[in-house]
């Protein structure tokens, strides 16, 4: 009985995480990210594999991202933004969780790294 409950624990953990996660943000700036212009606003962060769908509005842009995990929860989301170009995206460290989002060249080093 114990085998077969931790049989479906670990089943059904694979699985939500297989489905992917979304989360909320609120850009404060217009905002660049593969090439698509983000207007400020909220917009829903949908991750799916190794590919994020962030969508405001009728925009929708479809991007490279690597999940990381931090020790502690934030307090807040912020958005971190690349040095070469200060209107695009480099990372976003999602509010009320311990997840950490890093987009494009950077998202590809790090996954090429391990």
């Known amino acids: 009985m114990k085998?077969?409950?931790?049989?479906?624990?670990?089943?059904?953990?694979?699985?939500?995480?297989?489905?992917?996660?979304?989360?909320h943000v609120t850009l404060y700036r217009t905002t660049h990210l593969n090439g698509t212009e983000l207007k400020s606003g909220d917009c829903k962060i949908e991750v799916i594999g190794d590919k994020a769908l962030i969508k405001q509005g009728k925009t929708t842009v479809e991007a490279p991202v690597k999940v990381e995990s931090n020790d502690k929860k934030f307090v807040?989301?912020?958005?971190?933004?690349?040095?070469?170009?200060?209107d695009q995206i480099?990372?976003?460290?999602?509010?009320?969780t311990s997840?950490?989002?890093?987009f494009?060249?950077?998202?590809?080093?790090?996954?090429a790294s391990k």
Request: aromatic share 6%; hydrophobic share 40%; glycine share 10%.
């Open 3 to 23: 085998k077969a409950l931790l049989s479906m624990v670990v089943l059904g953990s694979s699985l939500v995480h297989a489905a992917g996660s979304s989360y």
């Open 90 to 96: 480099r990372e976003i460290r999602v509010g009320g």
């Open 76 to 86: 807040y989301s912020t958005i971190e933004y690349s040095s070469e170009n200060p």
């Open 99 to 102: 997840t950490v989002l890093v």
């Open 104 to 111: 494009g060249s950077q998202a590809e080093k790090i996954a």
